[in-house]
């Protein structure tokens, strides 16, 4: 059985005129680093609430089908059962962080899990020097900025070493040298062995680390493949999605045209092709 598996699921939150999610048939693979985009409202955020258990044990609503995680059902278990296994970075930080520093917010959810206190420890100082989190060492999460939030959020989550790492946007509140750091950090994770769940925008930055793109739409997934195959659909223009300018520029040369060995995803790529296409 897959890590996760979403078996004809629908949600609708309780008083919503529409479902949030509609029958989604979903399977991700021990390993694989999967990027999840599509417009405002489509259903991204409950389709990672999904995955640990806060879609239906938190969120109330009318569920239909099965989620599987780790061969769990999530109807069956509890949120906090899932820690260990799924770790879920909220898009707005502030609702995660629950202690009065971050060194305590690092720690707060291995000691909930029983982890020996060294280990503790070594964890949390681990991740302070990941994340470039010293100079907030004893700061109260809401004397940050949003930005030095989403750091914290994300180490309070990999401090748990979760088997899953599903992030909801986590670069929604940074600037774009911190955004780059953050998902570098995400990348480093998912070649260790980590399976990576991502919602981005910024597809120009994360598309050519994915293993795979999920494209959603009114609650639906419209389009699952390799981020080449899917950033080159039509759909993703018709639904507004920033495709990487490289990719656009391929689309332009095919229509005139011009075929290059494979689609890029990076202006690197680009130029390379173009030179093995031209012999320039």
Known sequence: MALVEFSDFSYKYLGADSLALKRINLKIEEGEYILVTGPSGCGKTTLCRAINGLVPHFHRGYIGGHVYVDEKD?????????????GLV???????????????????????????PAEIRRR???????????????KHPHEMSGGEQQRVAMASILSMKPRILVAD???SNLDPKSAEMILKII??????GMTVILVEHRLDLVAKDASRLILMNKAEVVADGSPREVLSM????QLGIGIPKATQI??????KKLKLNKIPLSGGELAELIQEATGT
């Open 169 to 171: 946007e986590p670069t």
């Open 74 to 86: 999530t109807r069956d278990y509890e949120v906090a059962q899932f820690a260990p296994i799924a």
């Open 250 to 255: 391929y689309k332009r040369l095919y229509a």
């Open 90 to 116: 909220f898009q707005n930080p502030e609702n995660q962080l629950v202690t009065l520093n971050v060194e305590k917010e690092i720690a707060f959810g291995p000691e909930n899990l029983g982890v020996e």
């Open 124 to 138: 949390v100082e681990e991740l302070i020097d990941l994340l470039k989190l010293e100079e907030l060492r004893n």
């Open 234 to 237: 039509d759909i993703c223009q």
């Open 187 to 192: 990348t480093e994770l998912n070649k260790q």
